[in-house]
């Protein structure tokens, strides 16, 4: 079965009629950036507009203050539309999400109406902290996405993406305890943190000559010592790695971990490691999403998509890990910039972007209307 002509033709309306809606609270969004479980405004934002529009709204949600649930509908068929509205720190909205939480309330209004007509219960998630703090791995655990039957959101990008694939991500804390001493007066007596962590990174750099291609170890150091004349007794580190698969991140922890214990064990150091957020898991699309939202993204007159091995990470990967799941990215610079940069800021309230908004939200809703059709004709 497929989603009958006139209720496609009027799931695009609806989201054209929402049209100033969604670009002013697009703007808004832009305008407030507001970072990981800081996204008061925003969420509250969307909530409202939500309700204003007859969802039913619980927020906050899940015991996060920035996530908010909404639903409408009680069809057999459960669609879960997930919105992302953080900014990065010191950079704005330069991923675009205030452009991923206007498509998806735009999908979301679209549907309502039609949602006891089409069989489905639509559920709305607003996800906090994707850049930093793995919100919608954390709403997962909690049991946000219980009960559903496909979830899907769009990302802003510099190329069409379809078939979105991602890395898994695990994060790292380091901290090294050592002793303070004059490093003149009684340097035999110090412990020098600062020289563990610079065992630890030169040991790093060398285990990346034996890496495989697609694992990746990055970080920054945070603190090692305040002063020159004084052996420091504290140095911290914040480090991330990255590979193509969840089941290769514990192998890459442990080989990692390794390292830091070996800038402990040479200095005499006391090494703590901890992981600050959940692992960010690799997204792994659903094909049978993915063959109506091709299909609904061409029908729409978007670029056609490019194939593309894994970029970026998503605690959306881990979504889909649960659940079947799109992730298409959109392309809003034609290339010539792309997210974390600051001009992807600026990029997210351009012409393009807003034509994503708007292609986005009716290329959803007409997904989440196929599959519903497909659902209930089998």
Not at 9 to 31: C, K, N, P, Y
Request: hydrophobic share 45%; proline share 7%.
């Amino acid at each position: 079965m497929s989603t009958p002509t006139d209720v496609r033709t009027a799931l695009r309306a609806r989201v054209e009629a929402h049209r100033d809606e969604l670009l002013t609270l697009s703007r808004r969004i832009h305008a407030h950036p507001e970072t990981a479980f800081e996204e008061h405004r925003a969420a509250a934002w969307c909530a409202d507009l939500l309700r204003t529009h007859g969802y039913t709204v619980t927020a906050p949600a899940h015991g996060l203050e920035t996530a908010f649930t909404a639903s409408t509908g009680s069809g057999p068929v459960t669609v879960a539309v997930v919105c992302e509205y953080d900014a990065l720190p010191g950079l704005g909205h330069a991923c675009g999400h205030n452009l991923i939480a206007a498509a998806g309330l735009g999908a979301a209004l679209a549907l309502g109406p039609d949602a006891h007509r089409l069989g489905l219960t639509v559920r709305v998630i607003g996800a906090p902290a994707e850049e930093r703090g793995a919100g919608k791995a954390l709403l997962l655990d909690a049991g946000a996405f219980a009960g559903v039957d496909a979830a899907m959101m769009v990302h802003p990008c510099p190329v069409e993406v379809a078939d979105f694939r991602s890395f898994a991500l695990g994060t790292l804390s380091v901290r090294y305890t050592g002793r303070a001493a004059h490093p003149s007066l009684n340097p035999h007596e110090g412990r020098n943190a600062a020289d563990a962590l610079t065992v630890a990174q030169v040991a790093l750099g060398l285990l990346r000559q034996q890496l495989p291609p697609q694992w990746r170890v990055h970080g920054i150091t945070t603190a090692a010592g305040t002063a020159p004349n004084l052996i420091p007794d504290t140095a911290t580190a914040e480090y991330e790695i990255r590979a193509s698969a969840a089941e290769d991140l514990t192998a890459l922890r442990e080989r990692v971990e390794a390292c830091f214990r070996a800038g402990a064990l040479a200095t005499g150091c006391e090494v703590s490691l901890t992981r600050p957020e959940p692992d960010y898991l690799d997204f792994r699309g659903d094909p049978g999403l993915l063959a109506l939202w091709r299909a609904n993204a061409a029908a729409l007159g978007r670029p056609e998509p490019v194939e593309s091995g894994p970029f970026a990470c998503t605690d959306m990967g881990n979504v889909s890990h649960a659940v079947p799941a799109i992730h298409p990215v959109l392309d809003i610079t034609g290339g010539a910039c792309a997210p974390h940069e600051p001009a992807f800021a600026e990029a997210a309230v351009s012409p393009e972007a807003d034509r994503a908004v708007l292609d986005g939200a009716v290329a959803m809703a007409w997904t989440a209307a196929d599959f519903a059709a497909a659902r209930l004709g089998g």
